[in-house]
């Protein structure tokens, strides 16, 4: 290493310091300065190549000592500055009446910054500041604070045209500002009453022409987020490729019936249905759908869960290798039962006309559900080729999967995986089943006739994930003979959940 060209040795501490990197920093000796001075340290020509080299100076951080800090500014000779200062916990050390005049006196120089500190009124001097190079800022507070700094003055005093990724968690500022049109990536998360409203979100969308990336935590509704308003004309975000947001219905549906996005590849939605669900469920699918027109007219899956603290998740993705990648789903939390959820979002209707190809079912935690009328509801649902179930006692799924439903066809016509966790049956039932789909003679419990019905396909796969005592392994043995061996997988080690 002594002997390495100059190049080559910059090269690889620089590939050092980078593979290093340490997300959320503890102590000094984990920050980028604290890594670079344990190489500066090894000898008298790595310690004159690293102090000479401006670019390994241009990273400063509050865990470090103040003394160092200072040095990096020095050593940086001007090249543009990531300030880092998330020190955590509800005070702020002693260190940063220095750390904060250090890097506001050269702020000219942020390329990056994110600021992370308990007392939100510190930030104030932070909005205020010379930023004319910055490229990334991310703001955070403990609790929600609208910046004092006047409206009139503009947030930054010189407009940053470079900035292209703001994030801001519990902090608002004037939202008519122009600094947004640059943004590549706009993150405004625990605003909470500061929330801008749905129409001044809007106006700054639309400055972000360029906006690839969009990530929104507006949960608590105003009155203008619950009343339906003209939104005015829509527009378009031809970039926007990823959306993530925590809103109140209302606010989404009204936010997606004015923006376009044509490139969208992943959507994800946690939104919580208090009031008024029945009315705005619709709406919402129809609104979500729309954002992927281009998806959900070709070959999907969906999936739907069914979650604790009666949540439920629905998923979807196309199916085509040329699309993979792409996928979008909505999480809601309470007054939507899981019969309403698969009404809503898989049997066809006005307007749901693309039913997915392929759709998972899983049930993952015990919920207050009867399983029969759940599964009764499911026979208007085609192409579930999934299902996964914990927790229940699942007879009754064995006796709709072996018997006509209510469209005169086999319960679960099509399909294709079976997983039982933690589930308690009659294994008899179990066999009676798979014999009648597989048209086993002699099988009991099935209302088919084999003359008259067509057999459904054969399963591509049986799991059965802890089994219960009663659940003799030699009748079990006869489930894995009609599926096959290299289809059908127990396990009676894991242990039975609480």
Known sequence: MHRLPTEIFLYLITEVLTAGIVERPRSHHDTHLGRLVNYYIVCKRWKEIIETTPSFWTTINLLDPPALSALAVTRSANLPLTVIALPGGTSLPQRWPEFKNLMLKNSKSWRSAEIAIPWSAELDDVLGADLPVLESLTLRTRSPYLSQVSTAQKVFQMVPRRLVRLALHGIAIPWTLQFFRHLKFLSLTGLHAF?????????????????????????????????RQDPGPPFTLPQLTSVSLFLYPSFLVKLFETISAPSLQTFSALLDFEEAWETLIPSVVETTRGLFSNVIRTEHRSKMSILDNNNWKWECEPITAADSGRNFGIQTQ??????????????????????????????????????????????????????SISHYDVDPLFTYMANPTTTDDWGFPELQDLILHDCGYNAMELVNMLSARYGVEGSDGSQNSQAERELPPSLEWLSILHAPGEAEKGILSQAEEIVGPSRFELNEDLELSE
């Open 195 to 227: 929330s801008p409203t749905c129409d001044e979100l809007l106006g700054v969308l639309k400055e972000c022409s360029g906006l690839v990336e969009l990530e929104l935590d507006l949960e608590e509704p105003t009155e203008e987020t619950q009343t």
């Open 334 to 387: 309470w007054r939507l039962t899981p019969l309403e959820a698969a009404e809503a979002f898989f049997i066809p209707n006005d307007k749901n006309p693309h039913s997915p190809e392929s759709i998972e079912i899983v049930i993952v935690t015990k919920y207050d559900l009867e399983l029969s009328d759940f599964l009764q509801k499911l026979d208007k649902v085609p192409r579930v080729h999934s299902f």
